[in-house]
């Protein structure tokens, strides 16, 4: 995608040409006449759902080189991260870590969107939880419910949902909230994978009759995984994870099913019609000159057609991939490097063989309360800053929070935060951490701080609102009325679980879960760091 210059110069795609490019490697698509009448009219709105489950793969590239067309075409695209779908499909996303995957689903594909020259500000990003949860929208479900067969709600979900012995309910409800989703986004189209059909049939049979308009379906074929089947997110082998490293990708391509002059479920040479072709329009095939040297295609169908007649071999075919395919990671990798998203990654997709074994006689006893009221935070006046006197990284604080002494603090904000921008100023502490020596000077508290993501990084104190005074209680909307506990246990981690959902909003408000951080006189803020983490 070109911004500006001669991109602004070229002459808007007409009806036939926004078709075209729309419709172009669909396998499938549901209501032509109507896509076309709405194309004749004004620009198409359409958005694409992924369930926050499983780690997104290479494969998303498919979605996201479909998702660059559609703005090519001059379509409204809405990008919906389904967290509630991941839960109600029997788990796959536990409640407790359905808010870290979601934030890394948001990263992750913005990401890949940005690796691929898609400009972010032409989308619009959604989360499921945003609207599934307001009154109007349960109505509705509860009407579909009312409406729905068993049969049509099982036969809906049986590409989509997790088949297991003993169904959930909550798989049955999954098609029709993706039905009402299309209506509650207020789009004139839903473009999925061609595992979709079914519920995108259910949504065009039921929605009519709760009052809603049928919507047009584009289907995306199902590209063969690295072995030859789908390409999952569960199956190791058969999948390239966005964050590999070079040498795993080329581990993962060299077992790759590629024969000789075999063209049906060829993961390698669906990867490049699917993805590399319209993001590039040429492919190189890249070959020692013995062998004839690079041979540039510009129609995927003569790459086919010399691979079928063995021109080209499978070694070269996969090498040129990995080539190509490290040149769209490479930017993500990056990204991924800095320690908040390298954070993020392990709490929302913990390594299962470093779980601890459920303690002897424990099966039946009741799990620890995680809730942010068990955290003693406070509104602080710093008295004095001085530079740690064995660490030039650090600053050696007095804190008032309105206890008989100031309470010492160590802090590393020295890089960021200059000495007389902390000098008499309000800030935010956690004043039930275990107190803990650093390089020699115990620290009583730790002042709370929003960061950018990625890099450089940028540190920023929170802010109290103008008005507060030292000491004055500070908690989380929803969770006033708790106790803290005395003395936060390290082993316990309680903070280290909390911190792990605390957020800064679009409009640079403190949130754990979505939820303020408040004193009584109005909301922790920051001063600019949108969308960053709190520690």
């Not at 929605?207 to 789908?230: D, E, F, I, W």
């Not at 790759?256 to 669906?270: H, K, Q």
């Not at 004095?384 to 590393?412: C, F, M, N």
Request: aromatic share 8%.
């Amino acid at each position: 995608m070109q911004r500006g210059g001669a991109a602004a110069m070229e002459p808007a795609p007409g009806p036939q040409e926004k078709y075209a490019l729309i419709t172009r490697n669909l396998q499938e698509v549901l209501g032509e006449d109507k896509l076309m009448g709405i194309l004749k009219e004004r620009e198409l709105k359409i958005y694409w759902g992924t369930a926050t489950t499983g780690k997104p793969h290479v494969a998303y590239f498919v979605p996201m080189s479909k998702i660059a067309d559609f703005l090519k075409a001059g379509c409204e695209v809405t990008i919906l991260f389904a967290d509630l779908h991941a839960y109600l499909d029997n788990m796959k996303a536990p409640w407790e870590l359905l808010e870290l995957r979601t934030r890394y689903y948001e990263n992750v594909i913005k990401a890949m969107l940005e690796s691929i020259g898609v400009p972010l500000e032409k989308l619009k990003f959604v989360r499921g939880t945003d609207y599934q949860l307001s009154k109007e929208y349960t109505l509705d479900v509860y009407r579909l419910s009312s409406m729905v067969t068993q049969h049509d709600a099982k036969k809906a979900g049986a590409e989509v949902v997790k088949e297991v012995e003993h169904p959930l309910l909550s798989g049955l409800l999954y098609p029709s909230l993706q039905a009402l989703d299309e209506e509650y986004l207020k789009v004139d189209a839903q473009f999925g994978g061609v595992d979709q059909r079914k519920i995108f049939t259910f949504a065009e049979k039921y929605l009519p009759s709760l009052g809603y308009a049928k919507r047009v379906h584009l289907m995306n074929p199902m590209v063969p995984g690295l072995t030859g089947s789908k390409m999952s997110s569960s199956e190791e082998d058969s999948k390239i994870d966005l964050l590999d490293r070079k040498e795993d990708v080329k581990k993962k391509l060299k077992k790759a099913f590629c024969e000789p002059g075999n063209v049906e479920n060829n993961g390698v040479l669906s990867f490049i019609k699917h993805v590399l072709f319209p993001l590039k329009s040429e492919f190189v095939v890249l070959r020692e000159e013995k062998w004839g040297g690079n041979k540039t295609y510009t129609a995927y169908e003569a790459l086919e057609k010399d691979f079928a007649e063995q021109v080209v071999h499978p070694g070269d075919l996969k090498n040129s991939v990995e080539v190509a395919l490290n040149k769209l990671l490479d930017p993500i990798r990056e990204k991924f490097n800095s320690p908040e998203l390298k954070k993020l990654t392990n709490a929302a997709y913990p390594d299962p063989s470093k779980a601890k074994p459920a303690e002897k006689g424990s099966k039946n006893s009741e799990p620890e309360n995680v809730v942010p009221s068990r955290l003693d935070i406070r509104v602080g006046k710093v008295i004095s800053v001085e530079k740690h006197p064995d660490a030039d990284s650090l600053y050696v604080e007095k804190i008032d929070v309105g206890e008989p002494e100031p309470r010492t603090v160590v802090s590393g904000l020295v890089q960021f935060v200059p000495k007389e921008q902390l000098q008499d100023r309000l800030v935010v502490l956690l004043c039930n951490l275990k107190p803990q020596k650093m390089r020699g000077v115990e620290s009583q508290g730790m002042v709370l701080c929003a960061s950018s993501l990625g890099e450089p990084r940028l540190v920023e104190p929170l802010d109290p609102p103008a008005g507060c005074c030292a000491g004055e209680r500070v908690y989380v909307e929803g969770y006033e009325g708790g106790q803290p506990d005395e003395e936060l246990k390290p082993k316990k981690k309680v903070f280290e679980k909390l911190q792990a959902d605390f957020r800064v909003s679009e409009d640079c408000v403190a949130q754990w879960k979505q939820r303020n951080f408040l004193t009584k006189l109005g909301r922790v803020s920051c001063k600019s760091l949108k969308g960053g983490s709190i520690s």
